[in-house]
C-alpha cells in the first residue's frame, strides 16, 4: 500500500504525533511519501521512512500553484493508494482528479467546510470532531481515529539538571504557549501550594507573559521553564504529577504521554480528555478555570501517594484499551482501503 502524508504544521503536540505515526505505518509496512514545510525539526525523522517534498502553501497564489503542480506530478508518477492531509491547511492541497481516497485528518475543530471539497472521509481524532462538521453542512463521511502514544520507554530526566530538588512535589505542564493551554492556570495552582515546583514544556506567544505571572506570584524560584523538548514524556516521568489545564484541548496528547509514563494526573473538562478521561478513576477532572480544585487535586496527590498510585495504574489500563498503535493503524489502512470512486 501506498500513502502520501500532506502536514504544514510546525512545531507541536500534532506534529509529533503525526512522525509516531509515520513510523508505525513504516512498521506495518506501508510505503510512503510526504510533503511538509521545510526546516523543522522533525524532519529528519520522516525522511529516514520515505521521500519528502519540502515546501509552503499559502495563500499566496505563486506558491500554492507550485505546490499543486508538485502534488499531481507525485500522483502521476508514483500513484498513491491513500492521501491523508493534515488539517484543513493541507486539505486545500488534496487533487480534485486521483484515483487514491483522499483523507483530511482532524485534530481540532475546523470553523467551515472551506477547503474540504477534494476530501472524501474527514477523520476527527474524537467523535465530536465527525458530530461537528456535520452540524457545518458536511455530507461526506465521518470517522473517528484517535492518537497513541509513542512506543518509548520513559526515561525520567535528571532533576539536578533543571535546577531542581529531588525532594520537592514535582508539576509538570506542557504545550504551545497560547491561551487555550491554560498555562496561567497551572502557575496560578502551584502558586496555590507550597514547596510545589513546576516545569512548564513548550515555547510559545505568551511565555514573556507567564515568565512575568510567575513574578507577580512570586513563584519564579519554583518554576521551571524547559523550552520545547522532542520527547517530552521524559520531563513528564521526572515529575510527581501532570496537569493539562486546557481551556480547549480536542484530545491531550500529552495527557496520553503522562499516563504512558506512570504519572497521576489532573485535566479540566476540554473536549478530549471529557471524552476518554474517567473522573476519579483515572485521575481527577475539575471544570475549566478552575484554580482552586486543579490546586487541591495536585495537593491531594502530594497527600495521599497510594490513591495517586492507583489513578496512574487505572489511566494506563484505559490507555492500552483505548489508544493501541495497533488498533489505530489498524483502523487507518481500512480508511486507505475505501473504494475512491464509490466515495464519490
Known amino acids: ?35 511538509i514545510r521545510p526546516n523543522q525539526s522533525w524532519t529528519p525523522a520522516i525522511k529516514s521512512i520515505g521521500p519528502v517534498t519540502e515546501g509552503n502553501f499559502s495563500h499566496w497564489v505563486a506558491a500554492t500553484g507550485i505546490m499543486q503542480r508538485r502534488m499531481r506530478r507525485i500522483c502521476r508518477d508514483w500513484q498513491p493508494d491513500a492521501i ?16 487514491a481516497v483522499r483523507l483530511t485528518r482532524l485534530g481540532d475543530f475546523p470553523l467551515s467546510l472551506k477547503y474540504f471539497d477534494n476530501t472524501d472521509i474527514v477523520v476527527g481524532n474524537l467523535p465530536d470532531i465527525g458530530k461537528h462538521v456535520q452540524g457545518l453542512g458536511w455530507k461526506g463521511e465521518t470517522a ?64 514573556e507573559a507567564l515568565k512575568a505571572l510567575t513574578v507577580e ?5 519554583r518554576v521551571r521553564f524547559l523550552g520545547w523538548v522532542p520527547e517530552a514524556i521524559h520531563c513528564i516521568a521526572a515529575g510527581d504529577a501532570f496537569v493539562m489545564p486546557s481551556r480547549h484541548e480536542p484530545l491531550g496528547n500529552m495527557l496520553l504521554e503522562a499516563w504512558r509514563a506512570g504519572v497521576p494526573s489532573v485535566s479540566t473538562r476540554s473536549e478530549g480528555p471529557n471524552w476518554y478521561m474517567r473522573d476519579g478513576t483515572d485521575g481527577i477532572v475539575t471544570e475549566i478555570d478552575d484554580v482552586d480544585a486543579i490546586a487541591n487535586a495536585l495537593s491531594d496527590f502530594r497527600a495521599n501517594p497510594e490513591t495517586a498510585a492507583t489513578y496512574a495504574a487505572n489511566a494506563s489500563a484505559r490507555l ?10 489498524e483502523a487507518y489502512v481500512e480508511l486507505f482501503k475505501r473504494n475512491a470512486a464509490e466515495l464519490r
Open 144 to 207: 473517528t481515529v484517535s492518537n497513541f502514544p509513542r512506543p518509548i520507554v520513559p526515561q525520567p530526566v535528571s532533576r539536578a539538571d533543571h535546577d531542581t530538588p529531588e525532594d520537592a512535589f514535582l508539576v509538570v505542564a506542557g504545550g504551545r504557549f497560547v491561551t487555550r493551554k491554560g498555562m496561567d492556570v497551572a502557575l496560578r495552582a502551584v502558586a496555590k501550594m507550597p514547596g510545589a515546583w513546576l516545569w512548564l514544556l513548550g515555547t510559545g506567544p505568551e511565555e
Open 320 to 329: 492500552d484499551e483505548m489508544f493501541s498503535e495497533k488498533a489505530v493503524v
Open 217 to 221: 506570584l512570586k513563584i519564579e524560584d
Open 1 to 35: 500500500m501506498k500513502l502520501l502524508q500532506v502536514h504544514f504544521g510546525k512545531e507541536g503536540g500534532a506534529e509529533r504525533f503525526f512522525v509516531a505515526l509515520a513510523q508505525a505505518f513504516e512498521r506495518h509496512g506501508i510505503e510512503q511519501q510526504f510533503i
Open 84 to 99: 491523508l492531509a493534515w488539517m484543513p491547511r493541507a486539505s486545500r492541497l488534496l487533487p480534485a482528479k486521483t484515483s
